[in-house]
């Protein structure tokens, strides 16, 4: 089969491996589009994240059909259209023509919606989910989410809105994804700009003067440390991004804040599969019954190097504008 893959050297290149053979509880997924993540190109280049890599296929989430079960594989049948965050979980990447992995984190296709936007859930929605879950909100708690049009991030205002949590303040960096959050949900004055002047006293004023009691932050670095001064004494900041600064860490510190650290890689390590598939039945049915819409996506192209080259690029560069960005199998 045809894959994009990692030589020694750790750059990409195009490669041909043996299509892979489903073990016992296993299926085997004909690829028909899959997802890029930020920790895609973080692999290649980040010696922390790079501990993670164990296939040198990269790709982390997809929609397909099950084409072959192993002998002990009963939940699905061949033919059924299925999607799922592979992780590292499965025979290879996603940047492949097929990919085998355990039937139980695979979770049947959200019905009326394609196979790129099906294959842009996985990755942002588990994490959402799982933040929205264990923050364990009350309906007039104040929030505060950075990066809100980000993957995450609009997933994380969607599950907000739909369970009628008011007091949300976001960020954003542009009029264009200013209209996407209108059109989740959110008002006017709930919309904040980060690039412009007195950031912290804007978002303060936001939230009727007062310091937040969570602060889900989706982009770190500087913003780590805005979120911080703007959190209150004993309030929670939710990590999803591990780019946490020294400064924002003292101050967090300082207020007493707890750190929640999201990670959806810590169920892979205790194989809970019941998280992947529990959850994305539970996002599943949230998008059929049109409680909160799929993801806006992005087709970079079909399964290539160049694709994956160009896909990475953009997210390098902080330029996906509230998309998620996606490649076709064909």
Request: with cysteine; charged share 20%.
């Amino acid at each position: 089969m045809k894959v994009i893959a990692l030589n020694k050297n750790f750059q990409l290149e195009n490669a041909v491996f043996e299509k892979p053979v489903p073990k016992d509880h296993e299926i085997l997924i004909q690829i028909k589009a899959s997802g890029f993540n930020p920790i895609d190109y973080q692999m290649i280049e980040n010696e922390l994240e790079r501990k993670l890599v164990s296939s040198p296929v990269l790709g982390r989430e997809l929609s397909g059909i099950v084409v072959e079960k192993g002998a002990s594989a009963h939940q699905f049948n061949i033919g059924d259209e299925v999607f799922c965050g592979s992780g590292s979980m499965g025979s290879n990447g996603t940047y492949a023509e097929y990919i085998a992995v355990p039937e139980a984190i695979v979770a049947l296709k959200p019905k009326g919606i394609s196979f790129e936007q099906a294959a842009a859930i996985p990755s942002a929605g588990l994490t959402a989910l799982q933040t929205f879950n264990r923050l364990k909100l009350n309906t007039d708690d104040t929030i505060l989410v950075t990066g809100a049009t980000g993957g995450v991030g609009s997933f994380v205002v969607k599950y907000l809105t739909a369970n009628h949590f008011r007091n949300v303040v976001a960020t954003v960096g542009s009029e264009e994804n200013r209209q996407i959050l209108l059109k989740i949900g959110l008002q006017n004055h709930q919309i904040i700009n980060y690039k412009e002047e007195n950031l912290v006293d804007n978002l303060l004023k936001a939230n009727n003067n007062k310091p937040f009691d969570f602060g889900i932050d989706l982009v770190g670095n500087y913003m780590s440390e805005v979120t911080a001064d703007v959190l209150k004494i004993n309030g929670t900041y939710a990590d999803v991004t591990a780019l946490i600064t020294k400064d924002a860490h003292e101050t967090l510190f300082n207020k007493g804040t707890v750190i929640m650290n999201i990670s959806n890689y810590s169920y892979t390590m205790s194989k809970d599969y019941q998280y992947y598939k529990g959850n994305l039945e539970e996002i599943s049915k949230l998008i059929e019954t049109g409680i909160i819409s799929p993801p806006q996506y992005k087709t970079i192209g079909n399964l290539s190097l160049e694709t994956v080259l160009k896909a990475h690029s953009i997210l390098k560069n902080n330029q996906t504008q509230g998309h998620k960005l996606i490649m076709k199998h064909e």
